[in-house]
């Protein structure tokens, strides 16, 4: 069964509020979505980024897959990264190919009349999440009624909130959250927080000490991913889990990671690194090295392949993309009670609502 040339198009939507992390702020999200027909059967893939990743699937990768074979995903992988070679693979690039390696996962398993959790093998019935959210600009109301949607309403027992605000620069603040956040949730949730790379090395290891005053158990990104040494620093210090492995776009970073004794969970986005494919990939080499994994970001590109893992700690329920991927797509899961059970439904589940969705659509 040969594909047909790729469909591409580009959303963007504005947040429900204004959000930033310890490095960052935004208004908008944009989503990139990838179609891939074969016979009868279409598969979709998406991804979170600038538009940009969507001409470049249209203009470089979409020629490069038309007319290959639905089932050999392995080899479209492959193709598709030798064809970026000179562009380089990590950002735009690397966000393409993953959306196109979901898409083709959802087709072939739509082909062979599968779920793709049964497609993939699962090895778990239900995969835990974390609520993940608390933006640095969030006020304390807004902040609290989150969690407590999360912990008292949801009943999830894991939660993450931002912390770095002003790349380390309102450390008082971020304290004074942590403590805040630890007051709504009570000690029946797990803790966790994501500096998102804003602290120097030394100011990570005393935020994290004053973290520990109130039983933070995951601190994400205390220092720059890219800084392996000062992430080894902040672990070796710290009595929490330090973790990263979000902005990896493809085996040898998280190989580096890994070999570094960086981190003590590997986090994986398949919408960068590569799609499943290279998630697969990524999460055998952690499991090689003791290591668990958790799924970062999109969280329904995540139900199916998470379930495949032995290795895994849980996927981020993360709020952006929740909400997108609650308004773009019939057959979104529900995390009541801290899990998510993949669709058992053809693929991962998910249609997309196209004509619902029009007035976002930016190309």
């Known amino acids: 069964m040969k594909l047909h040339l790729p469909v591409v198009s580009v959303y963007t939507v504005p947040t429900d509020a204004p959000e930033a992390d310890g490095t ?29 990743i969507g001409d470049f699937l249209r203009d470089h990768l979409a020629p490069r897959v038309e007319g290959r074979d639905a089932l050999d995903i392995p080899a ?18 690397g966000c393409a190919i993953s959306a196109l390696d979901i898409a083709l996962w959802d087709l072939k398993s739509r082909l062979l009349e599968l779920p793709l959790a049964r497609l993939l ?52 603040r971020d304290v004074t959250r942590v403590r805040a956040a630890r007051q709504v949730i009570g000690n029946e949730a797990e803790l966790y927080v994501e500096a998102n790379g804003a602290y120097t090395r030394k100011q990570a290891v005393r935020v994290g000490h004053a973290l520990a005053e109130h039983g933070v158990g995951w601190f994400e990104e205390p220092v ?17 889990d330090v973790t990263a492995g979000a902005h990896g776009y493809d085996l040898p970073y998280f190989a580096r990671m ?18 499943l494919t290279e998630f697969l990939r990524a999460a055998a080499l952690a499991q090689a090295h003791g290591l668990q994994v958790s799924a970062h970001r999109a969280p329904h590109a995540h139900a199916a392949v998470a379930a495949a893992l032995p290795n895994l ?18 057959g979104a899961l529900d995390p009541t009670g801290g899990t998510i059970t993949p669709t058992r439904g053809l693929g991962h589940g998910l249609t997309l609502r196209a004509e619902e969705v029009e007035r976002y659509r930016v190309a």
């Open 24 to 52: 960052l702020s935004w208004n908008t999200t944009t989503m990139v979505i990838a179609e891939v027909t074969a016979g009868d059967a279409t598969g979709t893939g998406w991804t979170y980024g600038p538009a940009a």
């Open 76 to 93: 479209t992988h492959e193709a598709m990264c030798r064809t970026v070679r000179d562009a380089g693979r990590a950002g735009v690039a």
């Open 121 to 172: 093998g699962a090895c778990r019935a239900r995969v835990p999440v974390y609520g993940s959210g608390g933006f640095t600009t969030y006020h304390d109301t807004h902040l609290a009624a989150q969690l407590n949607g999360w912990v008292h309403g949801q009943h999830i027992p894991r939660v993450k909130i931002k912390i770095g605000e002003d790349r380390g620069g309102a450390v008082l």
């Open 224 to 240: 720059s991913s890219d800084d392996l040494t000062g992430l080894r620093l902040v672990r070796d210090a710290l009595p929490c």
């Open 258 to 275: 890994i070999t570094a004794g960086a981190v003590d969970c590997l986090q994986i986005d398949a919408t960068r690194c590569g799609g």
């Open 313 to 330: 700690r849980h996927i981020e329920w993360f709020h952006d993309h929740v909400r997108l991927e609650d308004m773009f797509f019939d």
